[in-house]
């Protein structure tokens, strides 16, 4: 937790209501951080359906290979999450830690450990001590209560300046639900996964197979198609409970995701995860200004999304605008390395509504100082149209600073 | 140019011998840059061999593109550099500026343009106007002088905090000939491509087919193995000429890359093509060390490699090694984002021969302090075991400091 809250922060938090049949309690065990809560159980009062993505990195840390294995099972009891230690590239000590915080979990909540779901973020290789906790969470468990997301979403962060937290509401065949959602960031941000950790509620009544099929259809356009600085965490996980209390109002279970009534739901759950998604790029460890990329005009959508990721994750760009330089020579760059078909002389860039560069050369109506104008603005809109196809897609990532330098050249994370 | 020069330059520069069949000479045209040269031009007495690899950006810049149709012609009379504007991105103005400086080129050399080789480097979107040196190109082919190599490649140096020249011998058939080259960096650079602009001259007398064969053999385990900042530059371009002037001491024409006569030649353009990128990786921008990092033990060399270089483009590998920190759960990080086949039980990592981690977890008699001590040198080595194969490579690196940062928000590029 930094002292210095990013500048790109949410002016004031939303208010988060209570997600009937899920409770929560957090717990300062001195992982790694003093002074602050570090550990969060989540309680589901019955069996909540399970959803989950994780990292695609071949070395995932032992609560990852947790969650994969119980996610068949698709149901979920409780979730312990801890901060100041990843549990990652711990080896055999690293299982014995997952299997005893499992362990006092079930026992606490009176279930099987293969209803429990774990996550840590922190630091990697560092053996993680679960008795510092495990003892407390049946504590946890009788202590737990609905309305508590914000100091929930405290207690996972690690270099995050704010907490994240977004809900939002739909309907399910006429019958009101709730989705909440807390995430956090802030380093070793990058797509083809989830983002480090992020955990969604809702009370609706959902089967685990259809909330897997809408979990992972939301999370390309959302949590996959951001970048802080491109390094994949051993450690990303993204899930999502449905707890069912819903269907006390009325609403009857969806079995599958292609049901009709799924409409609101479906949007409302993508918005969420967009929105928690760009809390964490504006929350990227020294980011100041955030850029978000539209390409369009490439030969599918796949090909315009490694074009925006590759300019997104381009330090020179990155530099770029955290100097405030309209600097378009290294989208040109950025556009030219990514492998993807490109004709320089069709290529159009824009950023904000200033048209920088057409037809392959600087546009002759080009206003440096207006285009200045745009980067000195806190968002960034840039657009490149490569004019080839139809294929379009929209990143985001933050600006590259000496702060982003300054905070990992000193912590160990 | 930068007024501090890299804490990593070579402590000394080497005297660089004279090429029989090439002469040099610089201007100062201000095309960018005050109170220094920025225009190089090299003239062969008699049509040389050239062999050329360039930039795989899809919008290469105007240089590149006539270097690529000359290509085939096989034999050069003259080269024209320019620092100070890349000319890429210029669209018809780029064509019309690369024309004009071949034509001046061609007129003052008395040969044809396609035996004209032209690079630029510099920012990117600038139209070039090369009447700014064409007129001059006739007085620098008359002053040219075969001692000059230093100032060569003070010429065309950029952010550049030294200048870049090598030197190297070989005997063919007996035979001694030299090869020198030059080079220039220092940012938007990685592999995937030779580095931004380096011109090799040999007075050997080989034909361009075996030159090229040669050329792009060596390249892979040298300009190809190095990157600063994984941004790969539009202008990347590596030449290499041979004069032929070594026949006069009786030197056999080499015909095939595969002549046995060009072993000691082989081995020593391999080397010089390994000292002139590592001083562009020690010259990377805002430098302050140097990563070597070898892989061992992977699938293939191809996936080495590619683990090398997810490892050496991780801001957060380079930032530790900015702060002196030996965190090796972000070697786990980078390895595991690679995309190639790891296993974390059978990986072990080392700065310098202190073994950090083994089996899948901290090594058990790891110290800190002896890992610590590595990460202060000024050249830090990183191996990587994966523990599945044979495969192997190496790549190199620098560190990414504050320096990089501040460099490339305020410098248009």
Not at 206 to 234: K, Y
Not at 262 to 289: H, I, W
Not at 384 to 396: H, M, P, S
Request: aromatic fraction near 6%.
């Amino acid at each position: 937790m930094s002292a210095t809250v990013s500048p790109l922060a949410p002016k004031s938090y939303p208010d988060m209501p209570a997600v009937r049949g899920v409770s929560m309690s957090t717990a300062s065990a001195g992982i790694k951080y003093k002074n602050r809560t570090d550990v969060l159980m989540m309680v589901f009062d019955r069996p909540a359906s399970v959803a989950g993505v994780f990292t695609k990195s071949k070395c995932p840390s032992a609560p990852v290979d947790f969650c994969r294995a119980n996610l068949p099972h698709g149901v979920a009891r409780g979730v312990v999450v801890n901060s100041g230690n990843a549990n990652a590239f711990t080896g055999k000590k690293g299982r014995e830690s997952t299997a005893l915080t499992a362990k006092s979990a079930a026992q606490a909540l009176g279930c099987g450990e293969n209803e429990i779901y774990l996550a840590s973020t922190g630091v990697i290789g560092e053996p993680l001590d679960a008795t510092k906790f495990s003892g407390v969470l049946a504590d946890m468990a009788n202590s737990a209560t609905g309305d508590f997301w914000l100091e929930a979403a405290k207690a996972i962060m690690t270099t995050d300046t704010y907490p994240k937290v977004a809900t939002r509401s739909a309907e399910i065949g006429g019958v009101k639900v709730t989705i909440n959602g807390i995430a956090k960031g802030a380093g070793m941000i990058a797509p083809d996964m989830a983002t480090m950790l992020s955990f969604v509620v809702t009370d609706a009544d959902i089967a685990p197979a259809a909330l897997q099929a809408l979990l992972s259809g939301s999370v390309e356009a959302t949590f996959n198609s951001i970048t802080v600085d491109s390094d994949t965490s051993t450690s990303d996980t993204l899930m999502l409970f449905a707890t069912g209390a819903a269907s006390a109002d009325g609403q009857s279970r969806i079995e599958t995701a292609d049901d009709a009534a799924l409409a609101s739901f479906r949007v409302a759950l993508a918005d969420l995860l967009k929105d928690l998604a760009l809390q964490v790029v504006r929350d990227g460890e020294g980011a100041r200004k955030m850029l978000e990329i539209t390409v369009t005009g490439a030969e599918s959508d796949a090909a315009a999304k490694r074009i925006g990721l590759s300019i997104a994750n381009s330090p020179l760009v990155k530099t770029a605008v955290a100097g405030e330089d309209a600097n378009w020579g290294r989208v040109v760059m950025a556009v030219g390395k990514s492998g993807e078909m490109a004709d320089r002389d069709r290529l159009a860039i824009w950023f904000g509504d200033v048209r920088v560069a057409v037809d392959g050369e600087r546009d002759p109506d080009y206003s440096e100082a207006a285009a200045t104008a745009v980067m000195k603005q806190e968002d960034i809109p840039l657009k490149v149209e490569i004019g080839l196809g139809n294929g379009k897609a929209t990143v985001w990532t933050c600006d590259l600073t000496k702060e982003y330098v300054a905070i990992n050249g000193d912590y160990r994370s």
